[in-house]
């Protein structure tokens, strides 16, 4: 293993395949324009050249109209770089948009702590998302075998048009269906492979087309005709090992601390009241990345609440346990519906910015970044939590925004 190189001096930038390290000691204590010029440079970048990582997302009113309507200004967000990453072995820089004091410095730890024990190892699955058609069949229609004889047609229909989605390697790749008798109502499910796009408006596309095709075999009544955000065939799964030695703290061994996160993941997978708690930690670490690379945060956090229920009842998104060593072993495992092309993130400086900082990455690539924060960040309100208690922490962090409020009117 290479030694990573501690940071990026400031007055030579790393040459092409200098390996970017993201321990970057003391990095909290530099001007903000410091830690601007080492992100710079962690992008191979000498200037911002129009990525804007300065004013990262900064809008011009030509895109605000491209973006909404009605549009009258933008609205910030700070952006902050979570540090000590490393996933599958490589290390990479985290770009998260936040308002919430600690969390990027907490996000920065739980990543020192991981990577003591090897950094995260992550994984995923193609990255398909379902459509639903919903329909209210006639009374007597064998819906059943007409769609089984029909399926190979259907799915050629719902390709239909694709050409650059087919050309990329994805498309429609299954249909299935089930009857939910209490509504007398058909949900037909089409399985899509967006590949690198987030793929909403494509399923909703390929949804109401397919309606049409759908509705002359059936005889029915349309009902919906769009994508679930439950979408749990584009899952994104991280793990890691965190040393016990490497989890001490004060008068609390390291050992003790791996029982009391053990225990802390218990009372929140026995609690739902908890675990919605443990569970909004875990989005802590989510939605900074999501936001901060142009996707959409709220479709992030439906599939992840949604999975999180997935067995009838609510459940903490990652579970901890002590291992035969006596270290501590983590996992988390959710649908992550995100792009790396398309819509806002190839047209909103700030997202490109970001992409290009985690490297540009492929859209599993990014889900799988993204679920490895949330675990970071999970452990190290974890350890907070069963150790000193949050609040000494959060408080030292929040002391700024303290007293900018009190000078302020209500
Ligand atoms: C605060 O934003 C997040 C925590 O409440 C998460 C948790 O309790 O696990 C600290």
Same mark, same amino acid.
């Given at each position: 293993?290479?030694?990573?190189?501690?940071?990026?001096?400031?007055?030579?930038?790393?040459?092409?395949?200098?390996?970017?390290?993201?321990?970057?000691?003391?990095?909290?204590?530099?001007?903000?324009?410091?830690?601007?010029?080492?992100?710079?440079?962690?992008?191979?970048?000498?200037?911002?050249?129009?990525?804007?990582?300065?004013?990262?997302?900064?809008?011009?009113?030509?895109?605000?109209?491209?973006?909404?309507?009605?549009?009258?200004?933008?609205?910030?967000?700070?952006?902050?770089?979570? /540090?000590?990453?490393?996933?599958?072995?490589?290390?990479?820089?985290?770009?998260?948009?936040?308002?919430?004091?600690?969390?990027?410095?907490?996000?920065?730890?739980?990543?020192?702590?991981?990577?003591?024990?090897?950094?995260?190892?992550?994984?995923?699955?193609?990255?398909?998302?379902?459509?639903?058609?919903?329909?209210?069949?006639?009374?007597?229609?064998?819906?059943?075998?007409?769609?089984?004889?029909?399926?190979?047609?259907?799915?050629?229909?719902?390709?239909?048009?694709?050409?650059?989605?087919?050309?990329?390697?994805?498309?429609?790749?299954?249909?299935?269906?089930?009857?939910?008798?209490?509504?007398?109502?058909?949900?037909?499910?089409?399985?899509?492979?967006?590949?690198?796009?987030?793929?909403?408006?494509?399923?909703?596309?390929?949804?109401?087309?397919?309606?049409?095709?759908?509705?002359?075999?059936?005889?029915?009544?349309?009902?919906?005709?769009?994508?679930?955000?439950?979408?749990?065939?584009?899952?994104?799964?991280?793990?890691?090992?965190?040393?016990?030695?490497?989890?001490?703290?004060?008068?609390?061994?390291?050992?003790?601390?791996?029982?009391?996160?053990?225990?802390?993941?218990?009372?929140?997978?026995?609690?739902?009241?908890?675990?919605?708690?443990?569970?909004?930690?875990?989005?802590?670490?989510?939605?900074?990345?999501?936001?901060?690379?142009?996707?959409?945060?709220?479709?992030?956090?439906?599939?992840?609440?949604?999975?999180?229920?997935?067995?009838?009842?609510?459940?903490?998104? /990652?579970?901890?346990?002590?291992?035969?060593?006596?270290?501590?072993?983590?996992?988390?495992?959710?649908?992550?519906?995100?792009?790396?092309?398309?819509?806002?993130? /190839?047209?909103?400086?700030?997202?490109?910015?970001?992409?290009?900082?985690?490297?540009?990455?492929?859209?599993?690539?990014?889900?799988?970044?993204?679920?490895?924060?949330?675990?970071?960040?999970?452990?190290?309100?974890?350890?907070?939590?069963?150790?000193?208690?949050?609040?000494?922490?959060?408080?030292?962090?929040?002391?700024?925004?303290?007293?900018?409020?009190?000078?302020?009117?209500?």
């Amino acid at each position: 293993m290479t030694s990573p190189k501690p940071a990026f001096p400031l007055d030579n930038a790393p040459d092409q395949d200098d390996k970017l390290s993201s321990r970057i000691p003391g990095f909290h204590n530099l001007p903000i324009e410091e830690r601007r010029g080492i992100i710079l440079r962690a992008m191979r970048m000498e200037t911002d050249a129009g990525l804007n990582i300065g004013g990262f997302g900064d809008l011009s009113a030509e895109l605000i109209n491209v973006f909404i309507e009605n549009g009258v200004g933008t609205y910030s967000l700070p952006l902050g770089i979570a /540090t000590n990453f490393t996933i599958n072995g490589e290390d990479v820089l985290i770009p998260m948009a936040v308002e919430e004091t600690s969390v990027v410095a907490a996000a920065s730890h739980g990543a020192k702590m991981i990577r003591a024990g090897g950094g995260f190892r992550t994984s995923s699955t193609d990255p398909i998302g379902t459509g639903q058609i919903q329909l209210y069949p006639d009374p007597g229609v064998d819906f059943h075998s007409l769609l089984e004889r029909e399926r190979g047609e259907l799915l050629a229909w719902a390709n239909q048009g694709q050409d650059r989605l087919l050309a990329r390697g994805g498309g429609a790749r299954n249909l299935s269906w089930r009857f939910i008798e209490p509504l007398q109502s058909l949900v037909i499910h089409i399985d899509v492979d967006t590949r690198d796009a987030m793929g909403a408006n494509l399923i909703n596309t390929v949804c109401e087309r397919l309606a049409r095709n759908i509705q002359q075999l059936i005889p029915c009544r349309m009902g919906l005709r769009i994508l679930t955000n439950l979408c749990d065939k584009r899952i994104a799964k991280a793990h890691c090992k965190v040393p016990k030695d490497s989890l001490g703290y004060g008068d609390y061994s390291g050992p003790d601390v791996v029982e009391r996160i053990e225990k802390a993941y218990l009372f929140a997978a026995h609690d739902i009241y908890r675990a919605a708690t443990h569970n909004k930690g875990v989005m802590n670490g989510i939605d900074p990345v999501v936001i901060a690379t142009g996707n959409d945060w709220r479709a992030a956090e439906a599939g992840a609440h949604a999975y999180a229920c997935r067995n009838g009842i609510y459940q903490p998104m /990652t579970r901890w346990w002590k291992n035969e060593e006596g270290d501590l072993e983590g996992e988390i495992e959710l649908p992550m519906a995100l792009g790396t092309v398309g819509g806002v993130t /190839t047209l909103h400086p700030g997202s490109k910015a970001a992409l290009r900082l985690l490297g540009n990455p492929c859209a599993q690539r990014l889900a799988e970044i993204v679920v490895a924060v949330g675990l970071g960040q999970n452990l190290s309100a974890l350890r907070a939590l069963t150790c000193e208690g949050i609040q000494s922490g959060h408080m030292r962090l929040h002391q700024g925004n303290l007293e900018l409020s009190a000078g302020q009117k209500p």
